[in-house]
C-alpha cells in the first residue's frame, strides 16, 4: 500500500507554468516543419495531482500533443523524434534531465540526485484525432517498440475525450467527491509499478461512470 495525498495547488501550479513555458519553446523550434496543440489530461487537468511522499517518484503530468500534419509530411518516426529533439534543447535549462523515449510518452524528469528522488515529471502522448470510415470519433497514438526501433500510430482503446465527457457528466451530477476519493484510493492500492497515472484516472473514471451515472 501507497501512501498518496493531493497536492496542494501551490506547489504544483508553478511546476505547471513552467512545463507551459518549456511546450512554447518546444513549439517555437518546431514551427517551420509542423505546429501542435497540446492539452493536460488525466489528473493534472483535474487538479487531482497526487504524490506519496514516502516514495522517490514525486508526482507527474500528463500531455497530449496533437500534430498538424494533415498533408503527412512526417511520419510516425520523424514526429516522435523531432519533438524528442526539440524538448532536450530546452528541458536542461528548467532543471530536467534528458528526455526518456518510452512506449507511450516522451518524459521529462527534475530529479534530486543527492536523495535519489524524482521530484516531478511529464509525460507527452503524441496523438491523433480523427473520424473513421464509419463517421466515429477516433483517437491514435504514436508508439514506441524499443526492440524493433520502430514507431507505429496505434489506436487508442479509451481516448482522452471520452473519458472528459463521462468525467463532466460524473461532475454534473454531483459525483465527483467520490471520484476523487475513489482515485486516490486506486492509486494507494495499485501493485503494479509500472502502471502510469493516466492509466489509474482512466480506470477511475470509466469504473465510476459505469457505477452511477
Known amino acids: 500500500m501507497y501512501n498518496y495525498v493531493y497536492v496542494a495547488k501551490n506547489d504544483w501550479k508553478p511546476i505547471k507554468e513552467e512545463l507551459i513555458e518549456i511546450i512554447s519553446k518546444v513549439q517555437d523550434i518546431l514551427r517551420n516543419k509542423f505546429t501542435f496543440q497540446y492539452t493536460f489530461v488525466g489528473s493534472s487537468s483535474r487538479n487531482m495531482i497526487?504524490?506519496?511522499?514516502?516514495?522517490?517518484?514525486?508526482?507527474?503530468?500528463?500531455?497530449?500533443?496533437?500534430?498538424?500534419?494533415?498533408?503527412?509530411?512526417?511520419n510516425a518516426k520523424e514526429i516522435r523524434e523531432l519533438l524528442l529533439n526539440a524538448f532536450n534543447?530546452?528541458?536542461?535549462?528548467y532543471g530536467y534531465d534528458y528526455a526518456e523515449n518510452s512506449t507511450k510518452v516522451i518524459t521529462i524528469k527534475v530529479k534530486d540526485y543527492e536523495n535519489s528522488r524524482i521530484l516531478h515529471s511529464c509525460d507527452f502522448c503524441i496523438v491523433n484525432d480523427y473520424i473513421d470510415n464509419n463517421d466515429n470519433k477516433c483517437q491514435e497514438y504514436i508508439r514506441y517498440n524499443k526492440n524493433t526501433n520502430t514507431y507505429v500510430w496505434c489506436k487508442s482503446l479509451m481516448p482522452m475525450w471520452e473519458v472528459n465527457e463521462k468525467a463532466d457528466e460524473l461532475k454534473r451530477q454531483n459525483y465527483w467527491n467520490i471520484v476523487r476519493d475513489e482515485y486516490l484510493e486506486n492509486k494507494n492500492k495499485n501493485t503494479n509499478k509500472d502502471k502510469k497515472s493516466i492509466s489509474i484516472y482512466k480506470e477511475t473514471i470509466n469504473n465510476c461512470y459505469a457505477k452511477y451515472i
Open 50 to 74: 497526487t504524490c506519496d511522499y514516502s516514495q522517490n517518484k514525486g508526482y507527474d503530468f500528463d500531455v497530449n500533443i496533437n500534430v498538424n500534419d494533415d498533408e503527412e509530411d512526417y
Open 89 to 93: 534543447k530546452v528541458v536542461l535549462d
